[in-house]
């Protein structure tokens, strides 16, 4: 399976962040498979910011889900993110891994920069 980030590099204060995740060689709602959003900041740990399951479920970071939402288009075999009121302590390389569960993860895209900046 190879999984490609794609959106925006470049974000505005208060914006909100949004992020697609396009993947190939195996479809989003094959059992039982969770699809993630993770993100790290510079010279920082990962961080999960939520998953969406091979069925539609959805779960969030506690610390972020106010202002998180992930959905997903089976027809295009893609899932997004969408991240509101960023600020510029947010700037981070955001990934959309495959795993089997909210806390494993195998496959990962490249990962795509994102910098909140006015």
């Known amino acids: 399976v190879q999984l490609q980030e794609s959106g925006p590099g470049l974000v505005k204060p208060s914006q909100t962040l949004s992020l697609t995740c396009t993947v190939s060689?195996?479809?989003?709602?094959?059992?039982?498979?969770?699809w993630s959003w993770i993100r790290q900041p510079p010279g920082k740990g990962l961080e999960w910011i939520g998953s969406i399951t091979y069925s539609g479920s959805t779960y969030y970071s506690p610390s972020l889900k106010s202002r998180t939402s992930i959905s997903r288009d089976t027809s295009n075999n893609q899932f997004s993110l969408q991240l509101s009121s960023v600020t510029p302590a947010h700037p981070a390389v955001y990934y959309c891994p495959r795993g089997s569960s909210v806390y494993t993860f195998g496959a990962w895209g490249q990962g795509t920069q994102v910098t909140v900046s006015s």
């Open positions: 060689g195996g479809s989003i709602t094959t059992n039982y498979y969770f």
